[in-house]
């Protein structure tokens, strides 16, 4: 019988029988290998108690913010965590957008856009994490986005409205190439206010050089009283003319606690105004704080009725409040007579008692004779109030009584702000003069046999005047002189102008409601990122 290949193979084992105990490099390199497997996970696992917010960039794409740092090592305080709920062996494989999934709105209420949204648009944003990407180092701003970021619908604004008509410009993808000119200086509202610049910055406001209206010293003591001296010039000589310039109404703050805060407060105080009502707290300084009749105007246009008499009485005039309209602006000033006429003893006050009369006499005829001497002043008064050189009309357009209709003022927008859907800082941009941005605004006389005009167009450069300096470094500038420089340089991201929440809201700031999250927690919760 021929020899088995296998035996041949099984006689190399003779007297080796125990072979596969026999250590080889193979098996010790397996342990080996588990040892170290071991030590590693105990390390891990000491490392995760000792130091979790080191261990946590080794599974992390980096630092959080500094805004979010004290939850770095809490994961579950910003994203939703990880549940059995809705496990399925095919999400095993679908876990790159898990990360994705955030809970933004427990601190940020994160107000809507707008509402005129495609689905897809509505689906992209509702993801925080699609524009506001963390994990990018402690420096990393948030908000401070990409252009992309913005131009993904701006780009082709109406493919992403939901009914093809956005309310803004169609198509805008950079600030320097093809970005509109401003909204307001597009289509400039027509001005209710007569107001001019130039006028008023001219010395004693005058209209020509020399003319007798300027506003002396000694005129505005006579108006106003030592206080307005003391806030608007440091001359004591009557026949000085005062002069404004800019910062005497343009305030970026209140300056509570400086001298200049004291001379207007102690204006107001004279004149009986409740000083909170017209000096606002510390402002952040973007804007310019509004101006304000009591606090700027009425040193030298004092709104007062006029004088008058009764019989043999002769009433002095008196302050009329501002903003007042119709009806409210009747009763004030006919209430103000009223305290006059009682004030100088108005012979219908009289009450002798004559032999066997009453000593109460009724006040009903002295009533009604006080009330017609009042109504009587007030209809001489109120034309001179609504329509004369020192009343509404002389810087307000004014709709004359007609009947029984009284005057009506034309009611003022509020242009504290003119670029309600940007930003602008004041304070960022003060190493300018104001005339830079506002030309027309310097001091400057009325030409021979003309006046100044009252009513100015909107005095704010447009676009190009900004992209002088936000522009690529190089940028060539035309100066009002004709020459030129090299400027640019200065960012001009989307972002450094415009907010993306709660947009159709744009004079709302930081702190409007929209902003607020439904139920803000308390500090120990805040912290555990609950």
Known sequence: MPRSPSRDLSDRFTGNRRYFRRPDGLRGGRYLLAAVAFGLAALWAVAEVAAPTKVAYSFSHGPVASVHAAWESDCAACHVPSSTSGFTAASLFDTRTRWQAMTCEKCHAGAAHNDNLTATGREFHAQCSNCHRDHNGRNFS??????????????????????????????????????????????????????????????????????????????????????????????????????????????????????????????????????????????????????????????????????????????????????????????????????????????????????????DQPLAQPAATLRGAADALTAKALPMLTGGEGGCAKCHDVTPASGNTPAKVAPLPNH???????????????????????????????????????????????????????APAGTKVTLPDKTTLAGGGVRHGCTDCHRYHNADHGLQGRGAKAGFPVKPLDLGDFIRGK
């Open 142 to 359: 948030l908000v401070k986005l990409a252009d992309s970021d913005c131009t993904r619908c701006h780009a082709n604004l109406p493919a992403n409205a939901a009914n093809g008509s956005p309310k803004c410009e169609a198509k805008v993808t950079n600030f320097v190439t093809d970005h509109p000119e401003f909204r307001p200086l597009k289509s400039p509202p027509e001005r209710t206010l007569k107001f001019s610049h130039a006028l008023h910055m001219s010395p004693g406001q005058a209209y020509t050089k020399g003319g007798q209206e300027a506003m002396t010293v000694g005129k505005l003591r006579q108006l106003s009283g030592e206080a307005a001296v003391a806030r608007y010039t440091d001359s004591k000589n009557d026949a000085d003319l005062v002069t404004l310039d800019c910062a005497s109404c343009h305030q970026l703050d209140s300056e509570a606690g400086t001298k200049g805060y004291d001379k207007l407060k102690l204006a107001l105080d004279a004149a009986g105004d409740p000083t909170r009502s017209v000096l606002p707290a510390r402002a952040a300084g973007a804007t310019l704080l509004p101006i304000n009749f009591e606090a700027h105007c009425r040193a030298c246009h004092p709104l007062r009725a006029p004088d008058g008499a009764a019989g043999n009485l002769v009433i002095s005039g008196f302050d009329v409040p501002h903003r007042k309209q119709g009806a409210d602006l009747t009763a004030e000033v006919s209430g103000g007579y009223l305290r006059s006429l009682v004030a100088k003893d108005h012979p219908a006050l009289a009450q002798p008692a004559g032999p066997g009369g009453m000593v």
């Open 416 to 470: 504290s702000v003119w670029f309600p859907w940007a930003l602008f800082d004041h304070t960022a941009h003060r190493g300018a003069t104001c005339a830079t941005c506002h030309p027309g605004t310097s001091a400057a006389y009325a030409a021979p046999g003309t006046q100044l005009v009252e009513k100015e167009p909107v005095q704010i450069l447009g676009i190009d005047s900004c992209r002088a300096c936000h």
